[in-house]
């Protein structure tokens, strides 16, 4: 335990840095949007309505799907600017809002008291209006930067670095600690950034009022204090790092993590500085290695057959890699290095006690009695090209279709919250909750070869494609099984699972 612990403090001020980096930019942004647009919507009954009707709306959209639309509208760029982007457009509507209201409640007869002494609308507005409605624009400022800092742990998803990459990471491997460490990070971060904008609201509220000059005082330099303190960790994150030969991708579950460690750890011998981005999406680490945003990665040959190709047909495991690797190397930026020797599967798995009491062994045998069934599934499989040939083959559909993250899929078929789920077959809880692997008899599922991709770039380094090539047929699907075990079932860290799979490579050599 006090070695997690030591391993998820160890990570603390990068991703500290990434999160406030991101949050700080974002909250600027959108208040130098906002506040202009509500005054605007202020002072024009045209513009008001239609405005507040649109920034509503955007915050209605799940804050996953703005994160997957900014990604497509920005060619598959990951990182900082699509999570910034994402994250302006949450900030808006309180922003907004709260500048539309604060304006519109300031008084008509201080308004018109104005104009007697022969104010313009434009000193009317920054010299009475805008003053008097500070308080409840920066009350707008305080929710937004409390949302921003919750919404900016998705950031991960899309490889910018945040507390949630505690969170994510945490949640796959079981690692209660990773969780709690990146929770408590994100929620002191908050109500910290909400005091300080809390202080400059008392400080407007209070600067023309008899309030204690030492109470003013006090408040006064700890806003300044924690503001600067803030402004020097940001910048901080600006400066020049030492410059990153390669940055390493990975998709939400155990596996990926341990496959991304390995490439990472095999990179770093070679005396490389690499980076990871961690816990994306399957099209989010395709497009960004495509693009040269991520250099390598493991991905799986089903899924790009399926999802990239669009095959709807199954010719085998041999043909379907060979078509994978025509495809990537005649229409895509990226190398196929080889593969790493795995297959990793999806298939229907049941408890074993349950499916004995339905007479189930195989996927066939599902056909008369699917309608009554609820299934789990991961975060992708039923949206997935293969969940609809799986269906179309065997004429088969669930009453109930549930979605997990991978972790608690597991947990849910164990305790009969769902009768079966898509598992994976190189998941060592496959045999921890004994469950039983339905037989695939009509070969619908597709072959899932784990392999290298690597960007263009990347793969023009002779030193990187070596170091690559060493892992290429090096683990079985037993050992990566073992490998997946250790994380998943007997709770050990991914740098322990990455240190076996190192063991099972230097044996070959």
Do not use: C
């Not at 959209?61 to 990182?79: K, M």
């Not at 104010?119 to 507005?125: A, E, G, K, N, P």
């Not at 341990?258 to 989010?284: C, H, P, W, Y």
């Amino acid at each position: 335990m006090n070695d997690n612990i030591r391993e998820q403090l160890l990570l603390l001020p990068e991703y500290f840095q990434g999160h406030l980096l991101l949050t700080l930019i974002a909250l600027s942004i959108g208040i130098v949007i906002s506040i202009p647009l509500g005054v605007w919507a202020a002072q024009s009954a045209v513009v008001k309505r239609p405005l507040l009707i649109v920034v509503s709306i955007i915050q209605t959209v799940p804050s996953l799907a703005i994160l997957a639309l900014v990604v497509a509208l920005l060619g598959g760029q990951i990182g900082l600017v699509p999570a910034i982007v994402a994250l302006v457009l949450y900030s808006m509507l309180p922003i907004v809002r709260n500048t539309v209201t604060g304006l519109e409640t300031v008084a008509d007869e201080v308004i018109e008291a104005a104009r007697g002494i022969g104010m313009s609308s434009t000193q009317i507005l920054t010299k009475v209006r805008l003053p008097l409605a500070l308080p409840v624009i920066i009350a707008g400022i305080r929710t937004a930067a409390v949302w921003a800092v919750g919404l900016a742990t998705l950031s991960t998803l899309v490889g910018a670095t945040s507390f949630g990459n505690y969170i994510f990471t945490g949640l796959q491997t079981r690692n209660l600690v990773s969780v709690i460490v990146g929770s408590i990070g994100a929620a002191v971060m908050a109500v910290v950034l909400d005091s300080l904008i809390g202080g400059i609201q008392w400080l407007t509220e209070n600067g023309h009022r008899q309030t204690s000059e030492k109470k003013f005082t006090q408040v006064k330099y700890t806003v300044i204090g924690g503001i600067t303190l803030s402004l020097i960790f940001s910048v901080y994150s600006l400066l020049p790092k030492p410059e990153l030969d390669f940055i390493v991708g990975g998709k939400t579950f155990t596996e990926q993590y341990i496959i991304s460690g390995l490439l990472i750890a095999e990179l770093e011998s070679k005396g490389f500085n690499v980076d990871q981005r961690l816990g994306m999406g399957t099209e989010v680490v395709y497009t960004a290695t495509a693009n040269g945003a991520v250099d390598v990665y493991l991905e799986y040959t089903g899924t790009i057959w399926a999802n990239v190709l669009n095959n709807t047909e199954n010719p085998g495991r041999e043909e379907v890699l060979a078509g994978v690797n025509r495809y990537i190397e005649e229409s895509t930026d990226m190398v196929n290095v080889g593969i790493l020797g795995f297959q990793n599967l999806y298939a229907f798995a049941m408890r074993k006690d349950r499916a004995a009491e339905l007479g189930i062994r195989s996927i066939e045998d599902l056909i008369a009695v699917s309608g009554d069934l609820i299934a789990g599934g991961d975060l992708e499989f039923f949206g997935r090209p293969e969940w609809i040939t799986l269906r179309d083959t065997y004429s088969i559909d669930f009453a109930e279709k549930l979605t997990f993250d991978p972790a608690l899929m597991y947990t849910a078929v164990f305790e009969g919250q769902v009768d079966l789920i898509a598992a994976y077959t190189t998941d060592g809880r496959v045999a921890a909750y004994d469950l039983l692997i339905l037989e695939d008899p009509r070969n619908a599922v597709l072959p899932y070869d784990g392999i290298i991709l690597a960007s263009a770039s990347a793969a023009s380094n002779p030193v990187f494609m070596e170091t690559m090539e060493t892992l290429i047929n090096q683990i079985s699907d037993d050992e990566m099984r073992q490998a997946n075990k250790i994380v998943d079932v007997d709770g050990g860290s991914i740098s322990e699972a990455v240190a076996y799979l190192q063991s099972v490579i230097q044996q070959t050599y």
